[in-house]
């Protein structure tokens, strides 16, 4: 009786549905950042155009200081970036994947 485990494509299985430490990391972090109702609002914000953190500040009617803590934990998972204007920092999205699942969550909230 053979060993099925030791199929190639049995391994080639095993190896595409492991997820690595650094991988699992990321994900969780993602989704963490989506768990937030203040990130969320800003993603969305941000999904219509850039903006900068007063006018992110203005729109959602939130401190600066609360925007920019948020856009800078944003930044660091690489879901917003910025280009610079002079001295004002303009956000936008920076993965159109989140965008994507952002939008079918929101979607999937409506229609309930």
Do not use: W
């Not at 990391?25 to 963490?32: A, D």
């Amino acid at each position: 009786m053979s060993d099925d485990k030791n199929k190639p494509e049995d391994q080639e299985k095993k190896h595409v549905n492991e997820l690595d430490e650094e991988t699992l990391f990321v994900v969780s972090q993602t989704f963490k950042a989506l768990s937030d109702p203040t990130r969320i609002r800003i993603l969305h914000l941000l999904c219509e155009q850039e903006m900068s953190v007063n006018q992110i500040a203005d729109t959602l009617e939130l401190r600066q200081s609360t925007v920019s803590h948020q856009l800078r934990f944003l930044k660091n998972l690489r879901l917003v970036k910025y280009r610079r204007a002079g001295t004002t920092l303009f956000y936008s999205h920076d993965d159109e994947h989140v965008i994507d699942l952002l939008q079918q969550t929101i979607n999937h909230a409506l229609h309930h």
